[in-house]
């Protein structure tokens, strides 16, 4: 009688065990990614105070490349054969010689927050570019698109006499031309679907783009000597490193792998809130009601956006 229970004692603790693994361990991902990528927007902020951004970027995709790189040659790890390299070039120059840095160069000039809530308008670009190549909008779509744009609309309300201000123009232009160059990114995904190991990719992509923003920041002299750059600048690269380029990246590749795509991107919509609240309660920034009111409705769009692009991949899996 005691081993029988015993054994039944035994099949419920590995099945309690499986379930967290299964579904447990994923939800805690989304719940890191959906913090920490938030507070990024905070360290880029304060980073890029003291140091040139591109500089920042540079810094921070290379330390960031070299330690995945270096950890697949520990674990030796195959190398990108052929096609994959070219793959691998050209997100590297789409996500982040031209989307993280142009995203992190615009955190210069414009809030933390602001530019959290403009990052997250990737999937209104993938409607609009989608369309354009020929695809067919829902009307969930277009009525989304219609509620992010008058979300962002009730944003700026009030700070239109910033427009003014040429610094101020130049980040928001840069911040969405980086949103945008990141949608060019997800759809480039989609149609050269990976067979290369991600994380090993990832590193690569970082290491590359590195190369070319060092190049160019140092071309253009939008770079200072590394013992200019104040102990601050160091521990904003090494936050945005460790949490921003390594951990919430692991984090995001493994819940997209084990959980489905409604679940894996609720981070979209809580790091422009995390971004927003601390960027508020740290240096400052404004947050008033025509943020809170135009950030959710702008969430909402984002969301009915997002619920249309969902369905459209249901009903084509479905439709053979």
Known sequence: MRNQNCKVKTKIKNAISTKVNIVGLPILAVCFVSFFWGTTWIASKE???????????????????????????????????????????????????????????????????????????????????????????????????????????????????DFLNPSFRFGIIISIVSTLTWAFGTLYTKKKAATFNPYFSLGIQMFLSSIIVFAYAGATGLSVPLSEIPAMSWWSIAYLVVFGSILTFIA?????????????????????????????????????????????????????????????????????
């Open 47 to 161: 980073g890029v105070k003291h140091m040139p951004a591109l500089q920042l970027v540079a810094i921070r995709q290379f330390l960031g490349g070299s330690l995945y790189i270096a950890y697949f040659l520990f674990k030796k790890a195959a190398w990108p054969k052929g096609k994959q390299w070219k793959t691998i070039i050209i997100l590297s120059i789409l996500n982040f010689v031209l989307s993280n840095a142009l995203s992190t160069w615009g955190v210069k000039y414009i809030s933390s927050g602001l530019g959290a809530i403009i990052a997250a308008c990737v999937p209104l670009w993938i409607v609009i570019i989608t369309f354009f190549r020929g695809g067919r909008l829902s009307y969930l779509s277009v009525f989304g698109l219609f509620i992010s744009f008058a979300g962002i609309c009730v944003i700026f309300y009030d700070r239109l006499s």
């Open 252 to 320: 995001f590749i493994y819940a997209l792998q084990n959980l489905p795509a409604e679940i894996s991107t609720i981070y979209s919509y809580i790091n422009p809130i995390v971004a927003v609240l601390l960027g508020a309660l740290i240096f400052g920034e404004i947050l008033n009601a025509a943020i809170a009111i135009g950030g959710s409705v702008t969430l909402f769009g984002l969301y009915l956006v997002n619920y249309s692009l969902r369905r459209a991949r249901k009903k084509n899996i479905a439709t053979p």
